[in-house]
């Protein structure tokens, strides 16, 4: 069995985060456009023990010594698939006193035995990507059970019977939900949920549809002015991996990419990183200068341009 947990990674949001992955690779309520993973390979709504309970316990407690700020139950697709949730974050609980987070895209919150097993959790960040249902379809590509208004619904229930943190992020696209009429949309669904905090992200990595377009800096801090609630704009790779643990990993990935170009299933495979791992390096390679991507029909690559690490 691959290991499912992930890092030490350096997190723009929760400091060092250890990764847990509890589904198999795209394994999603959604298929994003944006999704720097990218198409989903296993479109569903089902929950079950997708990867044994005992085997992620067992890998956790191993990689505890690490001393993350944070276990973050993320990965390879939605997490809350994951049907042993309320078990997990109890053993977590009794092991060690890291923080939970959990990353989710909200898409379940409205079934009352998700809500439950997330009760202990310490952080829940889901995600809102869309104003309404032709927005919803266009940009997460949903199952088809899941509508906008019930998937709303659910976060504004959730945030009300949540004891814990409760942050939310927007993710915006040029073109589509930055549009002023679009963003308002987001805007008064945000007035709704009443999070303890907005995060607004964009576009960084390749995303799985080329129309998935970005929005400049510029244009992320005047979309958070205008929003009701305090909001922070986290699309800024900058400097996370500056840290001095994480200089093997990056250098590492920078030899391997000095001698052919590599995708990020490249990378991930034969360094035996997790993918999720590798594309937080080549965000921040990437933004500093250091890698050109190079686009196919098949695949995106990376290759370095220069030495300046």
């Given at each position: ?20 992955d ?6 999603c ?15 569903t709504i089902d ?8 085997a992620?316990?067992?890998q ?9 700020d ?26 060690t006193?890291?923080?939970?987070a959990?990353l989710t895209n ?27 249902e032709?927005m919803?379809?266009l940009?997460n590509r949903?199952?088809?059970e899941l509508a906008?208004?019930?998937m709303?619904?659910?976060l ?8 814990g ?7 915006v696209?040029a ?5 002023p ?5 987001i805007?008064?669904?945000?007035r709704q949920?009443k999070?303890g905090?907005?995060?607004?992200n964009t ?9 998935a377009?970005?929005?400049?800096r ?6 958070a ?5 305090p909001?922070?704009?986290?699309a ?10 994480f200089a ?6 920078l ?10 299933a490249?990378?991930?495979d034969?360094?035996a990183?997790h993918?999720?791992?590798?594309i ?8 500093a ?12 690559y990376?290759?370095?341009?220069t030495?300046?690490?």
């Open positions: 069995m691959r290991s499912q947990i992930f890092g030490p990674v350096p997190s723009r949001r929760l400091g060092r985060s250890l990764g847990v509890l589904v198999p690779f795209k394994t309520t959604y298929d994003c456009i944006y999704c720097q993973l990218g198409p989903t390979t296993c479109k929950r079950k023990e997708w990867v044994p309970l005992d992620v316990v067992d956790l407690k191993e990689h505890l010594p690490a001393n993350p944070y276990i973050t139950l993320s990965g390879s697709g939605e997490p809350t698939l994951y049907s042993r949730l309320a078990e997990l974050i109890d053993q977590i609980k009794t092991t006193n890291v923080p939970v959990v909200g898409s379940l919150l409205w079934r009352d035995d998700v809500c439950r097993q997330l009760m202990d959790a310490d952080l829940v960040i889901p995600s809102l990507d869309a104003g309404d032709a919803f379809r940009v949903p199952h088809a906008f208004e019930q709303l619904g659910g504004i229930d959730f945030r009300g019977k949540f004891p943190d409760c942050w939310l992020e927007v993710f696209l073109g589509s939900t930055a549009l009429e679009e963003f308002a949309k805007a008064q669904c945000i949920i999070p905090r907005v995060q607004l576009v960084s990595r390749p995303p799985a549809e080329p129309s377009i970005g929005v400049s510029r244009d992320l801090d005047d979309l002015s205008a929003l009701p609630l909001a922070e704009v986290i800024d790779f900058r400097g996370v991996h500056q840290q001095t643990e093997a990993g990056r250098e590492q990935i030899q391997m990419l000095r001698r052919r170009p590599c995708s990020i490249d990378i991930a034969g360094l990183m993918r999720n791992e590798v937080k390096y080549i965000e921040e390679l990437s933004v200068g250091l890698l050109e991507e190079v686009v196919t029909t098949a695949k995106h990376y290759k370095v341009i030495d300046r690490d």
